[in-house]
C-alpha cells in the first residue's frame, strides 16, 4: 500500500561459517538466498539485518565473491523504491554521503540497511569493517558506527513514505562492559527529529547481550530510549521473533535469532524465522516466516541415572544413548512431513539433521564420543560431536573450605575497565613515560583486546619512536626523512662494516700471502738451510760469484711445481718493490731471480695445506722491509763483482754462453 512502510527483518547470518566443511560448508550461503527471496517475493521496501552479517571478522575471498554475487542477482534491478530519505544523508552514511538506491549511477531495486555486529565489527589501522567493501560497491547502506565509544550521539536516518514516517536509529556492536559503562555514565545521546518527533515511528537496531552473563557483560533492556516503539536485537541466536514488551514501558523488542546453527546449543534448536514488518502511521505488525532451507535441529538432555543402574556396563550405555538418538532423527524426518503437508510448494527436500545429546554420567563411565558417532555417520551431519557428557556439580558445606574461598576471592573491580587502570598507572606514576600517550595507547590496546590485532601496540611504539627522532632530527637542524633518521640510530650506527675480502690476484692479497707465508715455522726452517749453502757458497768465489742458478736451484724449484714457484716468486717481487719503492739503485730481474732462489728456496715436497694467515704488526712491516732493501743492495753488489770475475777469468763454453747471455738479458730489461 502507498502509506505502508514493508521491511523484511534478519539478523545473524554469519556468511562463510564452516565454509571448509564438506556438508555444512553452504549452509549459511543458502539461508541467506533464501532470506534475499522472501524479500523479492514480499516486494519489501527494504531488507533490515542486525549485525554479524559474516562471520569471520576478515571473510575470505570466496565468501566475498558469493555475498556479493547474491546481491548483484537479487538487489540490483530497475524496481523503484519509494522511500525517501529527509535526514542528511552525510551524517548516515559518511563515506560516500548517499544511499545506494539514490545514486544515480546504480540501478539497486532491493535496498539493504545493516549495522555492523561483534564478528564483523570495524577494525585495523583505518578502522574498516567488511560491510565497508559492500558499501564501497553500493550493495550496502552500512550505518549506525560509533567514532567515539565513550561519547556517542546516534542520529537517526529519516525515511517517508506517503503519510508514514520511519526515524531508524542503528547502534552497531561494542564491547558490553564498554557500552554499559558509557550508559551509566549518560554519555549516549539519542536524537530526535526537530520538528513533530511524536509524529515518527521510531525503530532501534542493536547488537548486543540481551540475556545477563555479568554484571556489566550486557545490556538491559530499559537502557532503550523510552520513546522508541520497536527495538531489533541482534547477537542473541534463539529465534524469538514475535515482538514483546517485558518492561511495561511500550518499548518492544523482537529478536529474530540467526538463520544458521553456529553452536549446537538449545537456544539454536528453536526453529529459525524472519520477520515482515509492516508500518503504518505509529502501528506496527510483524508477519512471521519460516525459513525452510535451515539444516534441522534437535537437542535433547538426559541423565543417565534416569534410565539405568549404576553398576550397568558400558555396551548398556551405549545401547541406550543409541536408541535416544534414533528416536531424536525420527522426531526430525516426521517434524520434516507435517511441514510440507503445511507448506505444499515448498521443495521436498531435508538436510542431513543437527543430532546433540547432553548426558549427564555421574556415576558412570563415559564413551568414545567419535567412535559411537560412526554408527550414525551417514545420518548426521555432526557424526563426531554428538555427545556431550559432564557431570553433575556438587557443593560442599565445609566451613574451613569456605574460609580458604573467601580469602583468596579477588578484590571487586566495579565498574572500572582496564582503560582506567591505564591511565590511573601512565598519569600517577613517578617518572611517567614521555612518548606513550593515554590516548595512542588506549587504542592501540582497544585494537589489540577487542578487534585481535597483533601488531597494534608494536605500530604505535614504531610511530612514536620514529616521530620523536623526527622532531629532534629537525631541531637539530637536520632535512632528512624517517627512513634516514633510522639509518643514524646508536643500535645500527655501532654496527661498523666488515672490511672487504681482498680481491683474488691483487697487491694486498699477494702481500697478505707473503706475510703469513713468511711468518710460519717451515719458512724459517728454510731461511736456516738456505743461509748455511749460503756459507758454504761464499768459500767458492767462482760458484757464488755466478749469476747463473745452480742446479741444486735449479733442482729445488722444479721439485716445488711451476705453479707454486711462480706464486711465490710474484708474491715475493711484489713485496720487495713495494719495500725499495724509493731507492735510486735500478735493480735488474736477473738479479731478483737469483736472490729469490738463493733466500727463499722451498722444502723438495710442498705441504698440501695453505700457511695460515696472521696479521702482522707495523714494527715488524717496517723491519722486513729494511731487511729487504739491504739484501738487495748486497745482491747487486755480488752481480757486479761477479761480471768482472767473469769477463777475465771465465772458462769453458758453458760459462762464457751463460754469462753472455745473462748480460743480454740485464741490457735489454734495463
Known amino acids: 500500500m502507498a502509506n505502508d512502510i514493508k521491511i523484511l527483518l534478519a539478523t545473524d547470518c554469519h556468511l562463510g561459517y564452516l565454509e571448509r566443511d564438506p556438508i555444512r560448508g553452504n549452509d549459511s550461503f543458502k539461508s541467506f538466498e533464501e532470506i534475499l527471496q522472501i524479500a523479492t517475493e514480499q ?43 529527509l535526514s542528511d544523508q552525510r551524517v548516515n552514511f559518511p563515506r560516500f554521503g548517499t544511499a545506494n538506491y539514490m545514486d544515480p549511477n546504480y540501478n539497486i531495486g532491493l535496498p539493504i540497511f545493516s549495522i555492523h555486529g561483534n564478528h564483523d565489527d570495524p577494525s585495523g589501522e583505518h578502522s574498516l569493517a567488511a560491510l565497508d567493501l559492500l558499501s564501497a560497491a553500493n550493495f550496502v547502506n552500512y550505518f549506525g558506527k560509533a567514532e567515539h565509544p565513550d561519547d556517542i550521539t546516534v542520529a537517526p536516518v529519516l525515511i517517508k513514505k506517503g503519510t508514514t514516517q520511519l526515524a531508524l536509529y542503528g547502534l552497531g556492536n561494542i564491547r558490553d562492559e564498554r557500552l554499559h559503562r558509557t550508559f551509566l555514565k549518560k554519555k549516549v545521546e539519542v536524537l530526535r527529529p526537530s520538528e513533530s518527533p511524536d509524529d515518527w515511528f521510531n525503530l532501534f537496531v542493536i547488537h548486543q547481550n540481551r540475556v545477563k552473563h555479568g554484571e556489566y557483560n550486557y545490556i538491559p533492556e530499559h537502557f532503550v530510549p523510552s520513546f522508541m516503539h520497536l527495538t531489533l536485537w541482534g547477537h542473541e541466536h534463539k529465534c524469538e521473533i514475535n515482538p514483546v514488551d517485558t518492561t511495561g514501558t511500550g518499548r518492544y523488542i523482537t529478536q529474530p535469532g540467526s538463520s544458521v546453527a553456529t553452536a549446537l546449543s538449545e537456544g539454536e534448536s528453536v526453529r529459525k524465522h524472519v520477520g515482515v514488518l509492516h508500518i503504518r502511521g505509529n502501528k506496527f505488525k510483524i508477519e512471521t516466516v519460516p525459513l525452510t ?83 550414525f555417520a551417514k545420518r548426521v551431519s555432526n557424526s563426531r560431536d554428538i555427545l556431550l557428557f559432564y557431570r553433575k556439580r556438587t557443593t560442599t558445606r565445609s566451613t574451613r573450605r569456605a574460609v580458604d574461598v573467601e580469602r583468596l576471592k579477588p578484590d571487586e573491580l566495579g565498574p572500572g575497565s582496564i582503560e582506567d587502570l591505564l591511565s590511573k598507572f601512565l598519569t600517577e606514576a613517578p617518572d611517567p613515560p614521555r612518548l606513550l600517550v593515554m590516548n595512542d595507547f588506549q587504542k592501540a590496546m582497544e585494537l589489540f583486546v577487542d578487534k585481535g590485532e597483533k601488531d597494534a601496540i608494536k605500530s604505535m611504539v614504531e610511530y612514536k619512536v620514529k616521530k620523536h627522532i623526527g622532531r629532534q632530527l629537525h631541531k637539530q637542524g637536520f632535512d632528512k626523512s624517517l627512513s634516514q633518521a633510522a639509518s643514524v ?107 729469490q732462489a738463493s733466500e727463499a728456496t722451498p722444502p723438495a715436497k710442498a705441504s698440501s695445506k695453505r700457511p695460515k694467515r696472521a696479521a702482522a704488526s707495523t714494527s715488524q712491516r717496517r723491519t722486513k722491509q729494511l731487511l729487504l732493501k739491504e739484501a738487495k743492495i748486497r745482491a747487486h753488489e755480488e752481480y757486479n763483482e761477479g761480471d768482472d770475475e767473469d769477463e777475465v777469468a771465465g772458462s769453458g763454453s758453458k760459462g762464457r754462453r751463460s754469462t753472455r747471455t745473462t748480460k743480454a738479458k740485464g741490457r735489454r730489461r734495463r
Not at 546433540?356 to 567412535?371: D, I, K, M
Not at 646508536?490 to 691483487?506: E, I, L, T, V
Not at 692479497?509 to 710460519?520: G, M, P, R, V, Y
Not at 738451510?529 to 733442482?555: D, G, I, L, Q
Request: net charge negative.
Open 43 to 85: 516486494d519489501v521496501d527494504m531488507l533490515l539485518l542486525g549485525g554479524d552479517l559474516f562471520h569471520e571478522n576478515k571473510p575470505s575471498r570466496a565468501t566475498l565473491y558469493k555475498t556479493m554475487e547474491l546481491m548483484r542477482t537479487y538487489c540490483m534491478g530497475d524496481r523503484p523504491c519509494a522511500l525517501q530519505i
Open 293 to 375: 532451507t535451515v539444516r534441522p535441529f534437535r537437542f535433547r538432555d538426559i541423565a543417565l541415572g534416569n534410565f539405568l543402574e549404576p553398576e550397568a556396563r558400558e555396551p548398556e550405555v551405549e545401547e541406550l544413548l543409541a536408541t535416544q538418538v534414533e528416536e531424536m532423527i525420527k522426531e526430525v524426518e516426521d517434524e520434516h512431513r507435517a511441514f510440507m503437508r503445511e507448506h505444499p510448494g515448498v521443495a521436498n527436500t531435508i538436510s542431513l539433521p543437527l543430532i546433540r545429546l547432553r548426558v549427564e554420567y555421574t556415576g558412570f563411565a563415559s564413551l568414545s564420543v567419535q567412535r559411537f558417532g560412526q554408527r
Open 489 to 595: 640510530l646508536p643500535s645500527q650506527a655501532s654496527a661498523a662494516p666488515s672490511p672487504a675480502k681482498p680481491k683474488r690476484g691483487s697487491k694486498s692479497d699477494k702481500s697478505s700471502k707473503a706475510l703469513a707465508f713468511s711468518q710460519t715455522s717451515t719458512t724459517e726452517k728454510k731461511s736456516r738451510a738456505t743461509s748455511k749453502r749460503k756459507a758454504a757458497s761464499a768459500t767458492s768465489p767462482s760458484t757464488a760469484a755466478s749469476p747463473v742458478k745452480s742446479k741444486a736451484a735449479k733442482r729445488s724449484t722444479r721439485g716445488r711445481g711451476t705453479k707454486a714457484a711462480v706464486e711465490e716468486s710474484d708474491i715475493e717481487d711484489d713485496e720487495e718493490d713495494e719495500a725499495v719503492n724509493s731507492s735510486p739503485i735500478e735493480l735488474d730481474d736477473d738479479s731478483d731471480d737469483e736472490y
